[in-house]
């Protein structure tokens, strides 16, 4: 899988495989797309924030990616 999903394959993740599961955002079914997660964290609406952190570190850990971003961090702790 590229780091660059096309609709078809977009819509053959599960949505429990996205940062947002409810509204299908940030999807992240492999290592480049936690991270891509991790660089457009700051264009989520901020009542979603904390729950984008915590997805983004639990997909971090499943795929051996360091998440340092202090902000994602502190965000994954409310």
């Known amino acids: ?6 609709t078809a394959e977009r819509r053959e993740i599960p949505s ?5 599961p409810e509204r299908r ?8 797309h936690v991270r ?3 660089a457009y964290f700051r264009y989520c609406p901020e009542e979603l924030r904390p729950e984008l952190a915590r ?5 971090a850990a499943r ?9 994602i961090l502190s ?4």
């Open 25 to 32: 955002e940030y999807p992240m079914p492999d290592a480049a």
């Open 75 to 78: 965000y994954a702790e409310q």
């Open 63 to 71: 795929y051996g990616v360091d998440v340092q971003s202090p902000t």
């Open 55 to 59: 997805n983004i570190l639990k997909f």
């Open 36 to 38: 891509a997660a991790e």
């Open 1 to 6: 899988m590229s780091d660059v999903l096309d």
């Open 16 to 20: 429990d495989e996205f940062g947002l």
